[in-house]
């Protein structure tokens, strides 16, 4: 990702996540529980703590290979071991133009 699309250096260091499915069907089934144009919760054994920021990397294939890139902050944690799936919830902070319109186009299919 490029840094001057969000206006320069970086005041605080981001952990990467980063993965690829092999439709928006896997994406939503494997890894991402729920998402909206706010953000996402994404499933994980390891969640990151609260207040993390992070750096999002999601290619997914739709009609075309795509990717969903932007930067994060997890407001919300699920430990394993209950009875809800575990993982954090995360807000965009700030995605790519392209990747506004392309989770915009994801909803609309869902």
Excluded at 52 to 65: G, S, Y
Excluded at 71 to 90: A, I, S
């Amino acid at each position: 990702m490029n840094e001057l699309e969000f206006g320069g250096q970086r005041k605080h260091s981001r952990v990467t996540v980063n993965k690829e499915f092999r439709s928006v069907e896997q994406f939503i089934k494997e890894y991402v529980q729920n998402i909206s144009e706010a953000g996402a919760f994404i499933k994980s054994d390891d969640p990151l703590p609260v207040g993390t920021l992070v750096n999002l990397r999601f290619t997914l294939i739709m009609d075309e290979l795509e990717t969903i890139e932007g930067e994060g902050k997890v407001v919300r944690v699920v430990e394993p071991g209950g009875d809800k799936t575990p993982g954090m919830g995360v807000v965009f902070t700030q995605l790519t133009k392209f990747s506004q319109r392309l989770l915009k186009s994801l909803l609309e299919r869902r």
